[in-house]
């Protein structure tokens, strides 16, 4: 169906329930003009077992211990303790760490595994029979000069004392401080002299020793990233060579080398498809705000993917309002299928083609202005059950139109003001159980033979 007259009509009432996001607006002090030397100074990775099966086993006095070398570029370990005894325990550790250090930058990556397994006898023992597993991973850089870093970790299984610590600080001190959390993702820069670190612990252990009864089994892990990179003194663009999937945090897949950070503009323009791990990328935390980051995706299709869940949100400010921080364009297509999104404000066709999907449980949300269609066509799609959240939008701004879709059970797109068409005539459709939520939607600027194109099918809401 299509408004009665140009004047404001109402589409659906409001529900306003459910979605809520929050956008830093601090920003970091500006770099200094040198680029940084990245050097280790201390790292380390080891894994670490224990048991006894119900007897004193002179093998297994002490843990037994598998440490990396001194300055170590890969590491790998798995051993397991599995002694003789009436009640069979087993304690098992494994672990995978690499560390890559080029002058410019250090990347590393380490996962490890832990299990401890011991049964519950019907006359527990007052000795011997408990099993202990444990791994844990370290590294500390410096940097002569400014420099980006980006790291997260995360620990899993029962026992409290597994943990996550994290210290980024400069001359000017502290930047980013995580002590013995279960999961941190922080990034943000270091002024010249600054060190960044990260130690990671995990442990299992079960005992079937009367005084200290916690039979049964555990299994816990955890996975570290890490990366610090000079920042290049007057290079403000990034343009995006990571090929065809990446990690946003890794320094190697931009141009110049480094991480877009404050004030930064990331360009996506090589053509094709690009999947991009936010996993590890800028996960802003309250604690540690960051300044704006402005993404321009062109002739590129990009899938903001996250490796772990609670960090998998790519959050983008403007340095005013009313300068997009998201420029869609030139046939570039954001599809958010598994991450989500928000900006400040956006444009969606600026000259050229430019289109956002959004499927599955993700969210893209703008704060400001959305603008779908100037001079060039905008498209956005809201499919199974994906949400968007805006609060104004104007359609058809300039002399090409925007067009939206929301359709399939569970999608939904809130805006708080919607301006369906201006100069050039756009649409919006909804259908198959799509919902469409504003208070308002305007159509007083198209001409009166063309005026907004809202369709809602029977079996939309």
Do not use: Y
């Not at 002694?83 to 250090?101: D, I, L």
């Not at 299994?219 to 990179?229: K, R």
């Not at 359609?395 to 797109?413: F, H, K």
């Amino acid at each position: 169906m299509a408004p009665a007259n140009a004047n404001e009509s109402r589409i659906l009432a409001s529900r306003r329930a459910g979605l809520a996001a929050c956008l830093l607006a601090a920003a970091l002090a500006a770099p200094l003009p040198a680029a940084a030397t990245i050097n280790v100074v201390s790292s380390g990775a080891q894994t670490s077992v224990q048991a006894m099966s119900g007897v004193f086993d002179f093998g297994f006095v002490s843990a037994l211990v598998e440490a990396a070398p001194p300055g170590f570029a890969d590491f790998e370990s798995d051993q397991a303790a599995a002694p003789a005894g009436p009640f069979p325990s087993s304690a098992e550790a494994s672990q995978q760490a690499s560390v890559s250090a080029n002058g410019t930058s250090v990347v590393a990556v380490a996962s490890g595994v832990v299990r401890a397994v011991v049964p519950l006898p019907d006359e527990p023992p007052l000795s011997n029979l408990f099993a202990d597993g444990s791994a844990s991973f370290s590294l500390a850089v410096t940097a002569s000069g400014p420099a980006s870093f980006s790291i997260s970790a995360q620990v899993t299984g029962l026992d409290p004392g597994s943990s996550v610590s994290i210290s980024c600080s400069d001359a000017s001190g502290p930047v980013a401080t995580v002590d013995f959390e279960r999961a941190a993702s922080v990034s943000g820069r270091i002024a010249a002299g600054g060190l960044c670190s990260v130690s990671v612990f995990v442990i299992a252990r079960r005992s079937g020793r009367l005084e200290q009864l916690e039979p049964g089994e555990d299994t816990a892990g955890f996975q570290a990233n890490f990366a610090v990179a000079d920042l290049p003194p007057e290079d403000d663009e990034f343009t995006w060579v990571g090929g065809t999937s990446g990690d946003f945090a890794d320094p190697g897949n931009w141009s110049p080398n480094g991480v877009p950070a404050s004030g930064d503009t990331a360009n996506f323009s090589q053509g094709g498809s690009a999947t991009v791990g936010l996993a590890n990328a800028l996960a802003a935390r309250e604690a540690f705000p960051r300044g704006p980051v402005e993404v321009l995706l062109e002739r590129t299709r990009v899938n903001l993917d996250p490796v772990q869940p609670q960090a998998g949100v790519l959050r983008l400010l403007s340095p005013a309002l009313d300068d997009p921080s998201l420029v869609v364009n030139s046939g570039g297509v954001l599809l958010l299928d598994s991450g989500s999104l928000t900006a400040q404000t956006a444009l969606i066709g600026e000259d050229g083609l430019g289109t956002v999907n959004v499927t599955g449980a993700n969210l893209f949300q703008t704060d400001g202005r959305l603008v779908i269609g100037r001079d060039g066509e905008g498209r956005l799609n809201v499919s199974g059950g994906g949400n968007a959240l805006s609060d104004e939008v104007v359609m058809g701004e300039g002399s090409a139109p925007g067009n939206a879709i929301v359709a399939g059970n569970g999608s939904l797109w809130i805006a708080s003001r919607l301006h369906v068409s201006r100069p050039e005539p756009s649409t919006v459709h909804g259908f198959s159980g799509g919902e469409l939520d504003t208070p308002a939607a305007i159509g007083d600027r198209a001409p009166p033979s063309e005026l907004p194109d809202v369709t809602i099918d029977p079996d939309a809401k």
